[in-house]
Structures are given as C-alpha cells and as structure tokens.
C-alpha cells in the first residue's frame, strides 16, 4: 500500500509513453522490499513522499520546495543543488532532497559495469531516483540529504574515478554529439575535443570566478545534435572548407532508385520516388547544384556547407577532408535582454592537437568577459553592450564580412579618434574664421 494517496498522479500511469509515475511507484516498492537488504542511508520512503508532494503540486498547482539552498562539498564552489521541501512534517523524506551533478562522459556511452557500480551508490545514498541526463549533460542524482553529500563524493571520487559536474558562475559541464563514434559527417572529434577542455578547465568548472555561467558544446558538423548554437556560450561546431566528395555511382543509384533518400527517414509516408532536382538540387540553398550529363556538379566555392545535400545522399556525398570548426559565441535563454543564438567569431580553425590555437580563443574571450561583464551578465549580452567588435578584437581577429548577416542600415557609426584626420581637439574659433554666426 502506498504511504499517500495520488489520484491525479495515478491517470499517468496510462497511455504508450514510458511512465514517470510507474517507474517511482517501481522504485519506491524496491526500497520498501529491500531485497538486497542495502542499509538506506536517507528515508526508505523517500519516493513516496516524493510522489506524494507532487501529488500536492498537481493539487494546488504550484510549487512546494523552498527557495534556493547552499549545499555543496569542500574544495569546490559547485556541482550540487540544494533543496528542501515547504511541507516537511507531511513530507519527510523529501525534507531535504538536493540534486547532485555528475560529469558524464562524452557521447554518454556507458558500460553496465559502470552504471551498475553509480546505481550501488546511489541506492544506498540516494533517492534512488536519476535524470538520464540534465540538459547540459550531466548525470542527475535526484535526491539526497546533506550529510551524504561528502559521502557520496569520496566514493564517487575514490572508487568510480568519476567527478562532480558544473554549477553556478562558472564553466558548466560540457557536453557533445557523438561525433566520429558512430557519425560519418563529423569533422572532428567532438569527444575528443570536449573530454581535453573538460580536464583542461577543471579549476574554472569546479570552482566560480565568473561573472556568470559559461557553456561548451561541442557539434561535429552544422545538424547541431548537441544544439551547440542555441545552448552554449561558445558553440564549436565542425566544417569542411575543401570539395565535397561525390561519388557519382552511388549518385546514379539514388536516381535509379536504388537507395532510399535521407537514409530512409521519411519511409512512413509516400512521398513519390525520389526526384534528385526536386529534393536536392533546387533545395541548395545558394543554387550551387546542378545536373550534367547524369552527373551531379556543385560548385563548392558558393556552398555555405548547410548540409542538405549530404543529408538527403548519405551515401553519395561525403564531407571534405580538409576538416575543422567555427567557433560562435553568445547563445543565452530570454533573461534579461532576450534569447540569443550563437554569433560567428572564428570562421575556421583546424583543430589539433594539443588544442592551443583553440584553448587561446577560448581564454581570450574570458579575460574579457571576466573583466568587463557585469555581475551575472552572460557573454551574449556583453556582447550586445559592448560590441561584436570588442569580441572579435578580444580574440586577436579582425572583422571579416563573415561576421555579419548583413552591414548595418543606420548610420550611428563610431570612429576611432586616431582614425579621423586632425582628431577630435577643435576650437570654435577656428570654425567661425570661416562662418559667421
Ligand atoms: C532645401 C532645403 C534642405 C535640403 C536640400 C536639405 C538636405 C539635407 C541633406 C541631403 C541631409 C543629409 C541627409 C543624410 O545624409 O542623412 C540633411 C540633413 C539634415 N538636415 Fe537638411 N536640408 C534642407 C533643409 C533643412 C532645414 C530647413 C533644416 C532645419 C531646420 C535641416 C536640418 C537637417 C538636419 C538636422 C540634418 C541632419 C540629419 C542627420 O544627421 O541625420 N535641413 N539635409
Ligand atoms: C526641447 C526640444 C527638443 C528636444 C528635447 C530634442 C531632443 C532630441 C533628441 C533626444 C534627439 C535624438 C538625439 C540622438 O539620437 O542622439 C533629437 C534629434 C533630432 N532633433 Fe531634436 N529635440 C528638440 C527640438 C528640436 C527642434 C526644434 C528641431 C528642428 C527644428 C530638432 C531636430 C532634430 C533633428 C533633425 C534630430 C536628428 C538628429 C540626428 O539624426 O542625429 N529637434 N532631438
Ligand atoms: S552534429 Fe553532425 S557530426 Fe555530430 S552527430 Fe550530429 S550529424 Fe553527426
Ligand atoms: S551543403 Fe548545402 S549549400 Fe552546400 S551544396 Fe549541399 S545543399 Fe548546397
């Protein structure tokens, strides 16, 4: 029998889609069994009045966990994210209930061995409850109480050689697209690139001396499966600026009808057989398609690399060789000014080894922001206060028409006083020699 009652709670428990619900009312009677007779080191009954106190939220509809909270483990000014519920009397074992941030690794690919070892320690520690993973990408541990908190990061520490994610003003927890594992239009080793600046700033990620949060994310390519350009501040996303590689055969068999477009992704619909000038060509973006005696031409200076062709050919079309990434800078949700995409800094860099060139650009742009932002000011709107100009000479560039969507329309042009001939020192007399009032 269930500690509360959860009659709105229980009409999710129906319908085809994977259910919260069923899945914690699972958990909660596993605690309850304890089979493997784990000596629980937080309320055995801690999902239930988990349940029970949304229950209370589906009810009232709001929310019953206080404001804020400040719990963490020494060394590091992040990671965990306290919390406590408004209703503890009714609700104790949810009294407490922080969240902790555990670095996940890139691609998110795991061994049972490991995740089995994570569950271990999370049973006996812990809620029992995960999220796979927060949208940064971490791993979340869902629950716990403060004095578990050391507890379960020596173990983490000592015995799983894994640590705690980002939180707070500083670097998050970088995250990437699985790239080269298992993608063949990735331009670079995305996991690669985003485990290396993950060990290089473990200080900045661990430890707050921002003006505010600061995001990596890494994409192999322009799909942007990490979404690199809406939710990071810097945003390094993989290119080609050679040929792309075309191989005609396997063009023909696309015509004849021989291989599905799109890798077969719109096979639930008939969409008619497929017609390359309809789906490809007049689709380019930039026009710099074209047919000629049954084979397929493009004209790769006009190509702005968008992807479409090699998404629609998978197996005809193929990324150039001579590989690396673009750097954009500024992406941030609405507050305070307003949702910003990441902005091109950095058209191309070829991305090697020890990653120099691209850890450079990167303390570039913070040995500005650190500096000039303002308390909790992401770089974007430093970037709108400030200046695209002021990032682009904060990464030792000069701005190219690349930088720009289109030149600006008004005509509130600042100059550069040793830019303008005799400077801006004038005396009035001087003018009215010339002109009487
Ligand atoms: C036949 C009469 C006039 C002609 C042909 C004329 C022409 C112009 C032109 C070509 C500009 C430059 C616009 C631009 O490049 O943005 C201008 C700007 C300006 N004119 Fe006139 N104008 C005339 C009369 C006046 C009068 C009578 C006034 C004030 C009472 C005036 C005030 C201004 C001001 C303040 C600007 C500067 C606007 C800005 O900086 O954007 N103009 N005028
Ligand atoms: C109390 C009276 C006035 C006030 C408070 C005032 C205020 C302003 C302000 C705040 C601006 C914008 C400046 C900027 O964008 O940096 C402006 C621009 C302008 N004002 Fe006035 N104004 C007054 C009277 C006048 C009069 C009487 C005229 C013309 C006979 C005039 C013509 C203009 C023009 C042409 C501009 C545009 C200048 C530009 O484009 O840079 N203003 N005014
Ligand atoms: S972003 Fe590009 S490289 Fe990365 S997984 Fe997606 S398609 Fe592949
Ligand atoms: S990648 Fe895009 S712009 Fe380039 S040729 Fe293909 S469709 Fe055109």
């Not at 309809?278 to 004209?299: A, F, H, R, S, Y």
């Not at 308390?375 to 028409?401: C, F, H, M």
Request: hydrophobic fraction near 35%; glycine fraction near 10%; proline fraction near 5%.
């Amino acid at each position: 029998m269930a500690k509360h009652a959860t009659p709105m709670l229980d009409q999710l428990q129906s319908g085809p889609w994977p259910s919260f619900v069923s899945d914690i009312k699972e958990e909660a009677e596993r605690r309850h069994k304890n089979v493997g007779n784990v000596e629980f080191q937080i309320p055995v009954d801690v999902c239930d009045d988990l349940l029970g106190i949304l229950e209370l939220s589906y009810k009232d509809g709001t929310t019953h966990w206080k404001h804020g909270g400040i719990v963490g483990v020494f060394g590091y000014g992040g990671g965990v994210i306290g919390r406590y519920c408004d209703q503890p009397e009714k609700f104790p074992g949810v009294a407490h209930f922080h969240t902790m941030r555990v670095n996940q690794p890139n691609g998110k690919y795991y061994t049972t061995e490991f995740l089995g070892k994570l569950c271990d320690l999370w049973e006996m520690r812990g809620s029992g409850l995960t999220n796979f993973h927060g949208a940064t990408g971490d791993i979340v541990l869902l629950g716990t109480t403060t004095p578990q908190l050391e507890e379960i990061f020596h173990e983490l520490t000592h015995n799983m050689n894994t640590d705690l994610g980002g939180s707070g003003s500083n670097l998050r927890t970088p995250a990437c697209c699985l790239g080269e594992s298992r993608c063949e239009w990735a331009c670079y080793d995305t996991q690669e690139l985003c485990y290396q600046m993950t060990l290089e700033y473990q200080d900045e990620l661990h430890r707050p001396a921002f003006p505010y949060k600061f995001k990596f994310k890494f994409d192999g390519c322009p799909n942007g499966c990490v979404a690199s350009i809406a939710r990071s501040d810097m945003s390094f996303i993989g290119t080609w600026r050679d040929d792309i590689r075309i191989d005609q055969e396997a063009v023909a068999a696309y015509i004849g009808g021989e291989i599905q477009p799109n890798g077969g992704a719109h096979s639930g619909k008939d969409w008619g057989a497929f017609d390359i000038e309809k789906e490809v060509i007049n689709l380019c973006p930039t026009e710099c398609m074209w047919m000629e005696d049954g084979k397929l031409m493009i004209n790769n200076r006009e190509c702005t690399r968008c992807m479409h062709c090699l998404n629609v050919m998978p197996r005809a079309l193929r990324i150039g060789n001579d590989r690396g990434l673009s750097i954009l800078v500024g992406a941030k949700a609405p507050i305070l000014d307003g949702a910003q995409m990441g902005s091109l800094l950095v058209p191309f860099i070829k991305v090697e080894e020890p990653y120099d060139a691209i850890k450079e650009l990167i303390e570039g742009i913070w040995e500005w922001w650190m500096e000039e932002g303002k308390n909790r000011e992401r770089l974007g709107e430093l970037i709108k206060r400030q200046g695209l100009a002021k990032a682009i000479s904060a990464v030792g560039l000069t701005p190219v028409p690349q930088h720009v969507m289109e030149p600006r329309h008004n005509p509130y042009i600042f100059w550069k006083e040793e830019d303008v001939e005799g400077g801006w020192d004038r005396d009035i007399a001087d003018y009215r020699k010339h002109h009487q009032r």
